[in-house]
């Protein structure tokens, strides 16, 4: 453990100092798998194959890692190939500097075929775990001395049909017109003969037809409205001097519509119609405003800077129907006063306010309220119950146009909290009573009875709970009066009364609820 600390602090700061020291362009340019095949089989000695680590290392230095940069593994040649760590390995270049340094070989046959099957089925097939990424770059780099390196071209051939693009560094008398035929084209940048100790004067050179495969060129459009639209990109020149320069328009006639992203060289977009816009070095969007609705443009991207060449990108888009708000009118939380008027779609950037007028039908007195523009519901309120309400929402526009729809809506009928009180005779000194009552916003109820028993007037009262509908009342005097009322937060509300009627007398008096 302690090693391996020591070993970290001493590669730390050759790491910083590297990255400080590489071109600013390298650290955010690219995003793709790359894969080195190092030969480390028994014709190659432990000073060679410590040789081809340290300008591997130097090698990927320069290179952000990460999910959405670059990945990088590793697969030795041998007898029996091995994978020493795959895509998902390293994310950071600490991690994977000193995994360099701490490889061994392998040694054994020069087993290539059989590394080229575990790089196509495992590694640079896209998907599987430690797998390569569906839709970005991948890169075989073959490092080896080219002694018996066994029948490569047709797995080479197939790695390249399948979109990889194989590179070869030879550091012995290789078999010329073998590897010239496994890399891919143009084989004057993918195809490098150098002497073991002089491997780092290719570095450059090797990392930027990498680089050139592998760099991260791509442009697409978000959040298309019927006037604008955003345009997003990879920030290419984060640490370089320059500019990005933005040029768009409408399509010419006779291309096709659509939204999506493209690289490229981009189609010209001279001519009055198209504007141009410039973005600093370190942005990666832009709103581009002010179009046309139902229309197709053509966008073009190109950074920049006196110290590297990009190309330029483009992308096609179409920009939605023109839809003026109000297209849309909705009525919720509907009550006997109030209801809830939403209306859409927002807006802000060509409506300055809403106005919302509403009457009852059919000649109520117009009112009207009125909202600003980010505003898309409001509770129309002091309204009559069970009536038929014209609901009009008016957008005003910023170029002075109106647009306007209506609805109707009914409010509801306002629910009695008390009614239809009636007595049910039991028998001769008993009662059923039963009455409707909607328990919103009640306490409850007051009960009371009285009557009058032999000169003498009797009274009682009890309270029951807001969701009691029925009580039964015994021992009532003849002719007993008896009243409900609703009982709400700060008074008790108007009740209903009803005269109990028996066939015979009563001497006593009371109550069961």
């Not at 390298?26 to 995003?31: D, I, K, R, S, W």
């Not at 030969?39 to 410590?50: A, K, L, P």
Request: hydrophobic share 35%.
């Amino acid at each position: 453990m302690l090693t391996t600390w020591m070993l970290m602090l001493c590669l730390l700061p050759r790491i910083l100092n590297a990255q400080a020291s590489a071109p600013e362009g390298v650290l955010n340019c690219c995003e793709g798998d790359v894969l080195f095949l190092l030969d480390s089989s028994g014709s190659i000695s432990s000073y060679e194959h410590s040789r081809m680590l340290d300008f591997l290392s130097e090698l990927v230095l320069p290179f952000s890692l990460g999910e959405d940069q670059v990945r990088i593994g590793l697969l030795q040649v041998g007898s029996q190939p091995r994978l020493e760590f795959g895509f998902d390995t390293y994310s950071a270049q600490s991690g994977l500097q000193g995994a360099l340094r701490s490889i061994k070989p392998l040694r054994g046959d020069t087993n290539t075929v059989e590394a080229l099957k575990i790089a196509k089925d495992r590694v640079l097939k896209p998907g599987p775990v430690d797998g390569a990424r569906v839709g970005l770059p991948r890169v075989l780099v073959w490092l080896t001395d080219g002694v018996k390196p066994g029948d490569v071209i047709g797995p080479m051939a197939e790695l390249k049909e399948e979109g990889v693009a194989v590179l070869v560094v030879s550091t012995d008398h290789g078999n010329y017109q073998v590897l010239r035929q496994v890399v891919s084209p143009p084989a004057e940048n993918h195809l490098y003969f150098v002497d073991i100790d002089d491997m780092s004067i290719i570095a450059e050179d090797l990392r930027d037809a990498i680089i050139e495969i592998i760099r991260a060129e791509r442009i697409n459009v978000q959040d298309v409205s019927s006037n604008a639209a955003t345009l997003q990109w990879r920030p290419v020149l984060s640490g370089l001097p320059g500019y990005y320069e933005i040029r768009f328009g409408p399509r010419p006639s006779g291309g096709t519509g659509g939204a999506g992203g493209g690289t490229g060289t981009s189609p010209s977009t001279g001519g009055s119609q198209y504007q141009r816009l410039v973005q600093s070095a370190d942005s990666n969007s832009v709103r581009l405003t002010g179009l046309k609705p139902d229309t197709t443009y053509t966008a073009t991207l190109t950074p920049e800077s006196n110290e590297q060449s990009f190309n330029t990108l483009s992308v096609t888009f179409t920009t939605n129907p023109e839809v003026q708000s109000p297209a849309a009118v909705t009525v919720s939380e509907s009550g006997p006063t109030s209801i809830r008027v939403s209306w859409g779609p927002l807006q802000p950037d060509v409506v300055t306010s809403y106005s919302i007028e509403y009457s009852t039908l059919p000649t109520g007195k117009l009112q009207a309220i009125t909202v600003d523009k980010w505003q898309n519901s409001t509770l129309l309120k002091n309204l009559q119950p069970d009536s038929t309400y014209l609901v009009t929402v008016n957008a005003r526009h910023s170029s002075g146009k109106e647009r306007a729809m209506s609805v109707k809506v009914c409010t509801k009928e306002v629910t009695p909290a008390l009614s239809d009180l009636q007595l049910t005779t039991v028998d001769s000194h008993s009662v059923q009573v039963d009455w409707r009552g909607s328990a919103d916003g009640l306490k409850g109820y007051w009960l009371t009875w009285e009557g009058r028993q032999v000169s003498t007037d009797q009274r009682a009262s009890v309270y029951l709970p807001p969701n009691s509908l029925s009580t039964r009342l015994s021992n009532l005097p003849p002719s007993a009066r008896v009243c409900v009322s609703p009982i709400y937060r700060t008074a008790r509300g108007e009740g209903l009364c009803c005269t109990a009627r028996f066939t015979s007398e009563a001497s006593a008096y009371g109550y069961q609820s």
